[in-house]
């Protein structure tokens, strides 16, 4: 087929372990698995940070955080961050030329530089949320109805769409109920959640959970919302394939699907939150229905090789040197390991073989901001064949090996840092925050 368009879904803290096409006995997503089947499949994708804002950013620009510059989440970004950014081009920015560039998604900032049309749900919506969580986000289906006007509004033009879900970030789906038959628990501990809340007192995570609905008793009771947000979003990529097909456009648009980070479901005392740059929070489903992809990839590949490929697969040239990544529509990236960053919670660095991990703080002070705790010592190290669920630090055992991945890592981290380019924006002057907002980076 001749691809027109582009689709890029990104589906947020959706772990792998919850897509059926990457584990038989999950349940949860008929609609992905049909679209997986006649894709390109990445068992080993990985994201670069396990927090939303320098994750995506990662997807559009296909650079490293340390490059493009954005490392915290939220309102912990700062004006040094989005200097940075600033100099950066992302992908909507290069197909402005040539394609018409919408979004649906809850996030706007600096994300919507290039997008023509930047759709925030609850500007578009009338809703009464069905929960008090301080986080509160549009349901699937209403994004999906605003992408499906948005996709009949431009059928007949070329076009680069993004969507981005948030019924798999807490407080997930605790009113829509599934067959009871897909939900599945085993291997999460069954926890009073009066208990979680006591291990959390104070903190700033516990008074998030604290406002959870009163239904939710236990670690079970969370987990099923999480698996019901997963079931509303595959439903939701079912009803954009279906109108992608009614409006005859389907067999000319690429789609791609991943996450921007997976979710620990009390891994690591890790109650319902991404940070940690464990395994649960980094590896993430990566499906890639475009011409040339079909069948299974082993090969490492991260979230920087996203915006190459978009390029690639539109026809479209560029520098490769302007990424960290590479296009998949090719040949397929031989990499001996891949590498992480966190700074939301903790300021952590990590790089993954086949065989280790190992992770190393970058902070005097190790206490998450969110939960209280040290997540595991200042350098940790994991046999990964040995201990998949990353719990046995062997550092002490292995010195060696962690001395050689920590020089690897630096020495990646450095020649990343080493193409970094800053913006000629002052941000040193009194009408800095002014310049943000007139720029649309705050």
Known sequence: MTVRNVLLIVVDALRLDHVGTYRDDIK???????????AGVFDHCFANASTTDPSVTTIMTGQYPLRHGIFNHGQEVTERELATVAAVESVPMTLQQSHHTFAVSHMERWHKRGVDAYIHPHEHTDREDD???????????ELTELTCEALRQRADDDWFGYIHFMDTHIPYRPSYRLDDRRYMVDGVPKIPMETVLESLEGTHWGEYLEQLPSQIETTHDLLTTYQNGVHAVDTAIGALTRELKALDIFEETAIILTADHGESLTEHDIYFDHHGLYDVSLRVPLIVRAPGFSGRYDEFVQHFDIAPTVLDVLE??????????????????????VVAEEAFVNRNSCIRTAEHKYIK???DDRTC???????????????LREDGDEVDNIVAKEPGLADELDAALERWSEATRARRRDSEIDFDRDLDRDQLAALGYL
Request: glycine content about 6%.
């Open 28 to 38: 949860l997503t008929p609609n992905i698995d049909v679209l997986a089947a006649d």
């Open 131 to 141: 929960t008090s969580f301080p986080l509160s986000y549009s349901p699937a289906e």
């Open 316 to 337: 479209q040239s560029f520098d490769e040197h302007r990424f960290d990544g590479t296009s998949l529509a090719g040949s397929k990236p031989d990499r001996e390991f």
């Open 361 to 363: 703080s970058r902070d």
């Open 369 to 383: 901001r969110y939960c209280g705790y040290e997540h595991g010592e200042s350098r940790q190290l994991f046999s």
